[in-house]
């Protein structure tokens, strides 16, 4: 199996700040990658598809970026309501993995 | 606008079989576009892939739990399934029905999800 690492596991940020969140996988995955954030309580919500595609109705401050191995999720400013966990996934194999998810978290 | 409901017992045995229902409204679960799967969280703990299943009845499952894992699909009443047996506590989860979006790109995410169901396992 593929395996997607996501380090750090918690990262703090205040309100306005820039902030990325890498992923990485265990092999090439070309661009074969999607994020998803998740709220406390709610289900995963899909933010980037395709490494790179926003989701439709995705603000515009959410972007992503890589291709092979190395991923990030960028926020260009941070917002109160994007205080959640994000996680990354692969879609490369037949067999999907999830990484273990980055929480952001009120510095 | 697509709604997908995860149904069954919140409450399984140890040793017996978890089996839940997803039902698509807003959308046909026959369309050629889609797959239609099932995401499993342990409390407090990540996501975890389980399977797949196309509207045909092709399945793809996750390697950990395929000995123990049968998808299907009713496409007259527009609901898969899952079932899961032989269940332990470390079965015990919020389980997601979701639906993933075949696009040019490849990467076939997952685009739309149910609110998700709590599964306890206990004796």
């Known amino acids: 199996d593929i395996q997607m690492t996501q380090s750090p596991s918690s990262l703090s940020a205040s309100i306005g700040d820039r902030v990325t969140i890498p992923c990485r996988a265990s092999?090439?995955?070309?661009?074969?990658l999607n994020w998803y954030q998740q709220r406390p309580g709610k289900a995963p919500k899909l933010l980037i598809y395709?490494?790179?595609s926003l989701q439709s109705g995705v603000p515009s401050r959410f972007s992503g970026s890589g291709s092979g191995t190395d991923f990030t999720l960028t926020i260009s400013s941070l917002q109160p309501e994007d205080f959640a966990t994000y996680y990354c996934?692969?879609?490369?194999?037949?067999?999907?993995?999830f990484g273990g998810g980055t929480k952001v978290e009120l510095k | 606008q697509l709604r997908l409901q995860e149904s069954g017992p919140g409450l399984v045995k140890t040793s017996e079989t978890l089996s839940l229902t997803c039902t698509v409204s807003?959308?046909?679960?026959?369309?050629?576009?889609?797959?239609w799967g099932w995401i499993r969280q342990p409390p407090g703990k990540g996501l975890e892939w389980i399977g797949n299943?196309?509207?045909?009845?092709?399945?793809y499952y996750s390697p950990s739990l395929k000995s123990r894992v049968t998808m299907s699909v009713d496409t007259s009443k527009n609901r898969f399934f899952l079932r899961l047996n032989s269940v332990t506590a470390a079965d015990t989860a919020v389980y997601y029905c979701?639906?993933?979006?075949?696009?040019?790109?490849?990467?076939?995410?997952?685009?739309?999800w149910g609110q998700g169901t709590l599964v306890t396992v206990s004796s």
């Open positions: 996934q692969q879609s490369y194999s037949t067999v999907l993995t």
């Open positions: 807003g959308g046909s679960i026959s369309s050629s576009t889609y797959f």
């Open positions: 979701a639906r993933r979006t075949l696009t040019l790109g490849g990467s076939d995410p997952f685009d739309s």
């Open positions: 092999q090439s995955i070309s661009n074969y």
């Open positions: 395709a490494a790179s």
């Open positions: 299943i196309y509207s045909s009845g092709s399945t």
